[in-house]
């Protein structure tokens, strides 16, 4: 079986934070900042992984043209989950109208969450 990405959704907070900000706040050199960042996208204050993983999956939905009462696993890759014990990706799955029955996960690795995603995905639709 060939598996594929038939789909793809994104997301970008409005809200933009400048590197003197950012500078300013860390104590470091503003220069060194603006080269790396020149500035940075962040979440308005009723914004999270959750809400940002909602739009994002509903984009992406939207633009695979698939139903998602057919999905058959949610995971959410972040750093930054925003409960301990409930899943990130069982409120992105309801939300998305993917429920009830499907495998959801959320993952933590650092900056390798996202494709630890699509590594399970994979497994999970070539096993």
């Not at 590197?19 to 009723?46: N, Q, T, Y």
Request: with cysteine.
């Amino acid at each position: 079986m060939s598996t594929g990405i038939v789909g793809y959704g994104a997301y970008i907070p409005r809200l933009r934070i400048k590197a003197e900000e950012i500078a300013k706040v860390w104590g470091a050199d503003e220069e060194s900042i603006k080269r790396l960042v020149g500035e940075k996208s962040v979440p308005e204050i009723d914004e999270d992984a959750t809400t940002i993983a909602v739009e994002a999956s509903r984009d992406a939905i939207q633009r695979a043209g698939i139903n998602p009462e057919k999905i058959g696993a949610v995971y959410v890759g972040s750093e930054s989950h925003p409960y301990a014990v409930k899943p990130t990706a069982s409120i992105v799955a309801e939300a998305v109208g993917a429920t009830p029955n499907l495998t959801a996960a959320d993952l933590e690795f650092a900056c390798k969450a996202g494709t630890a995603g699509f590594q399970a995905a994979m497994g999970l639709i070539e096993a």
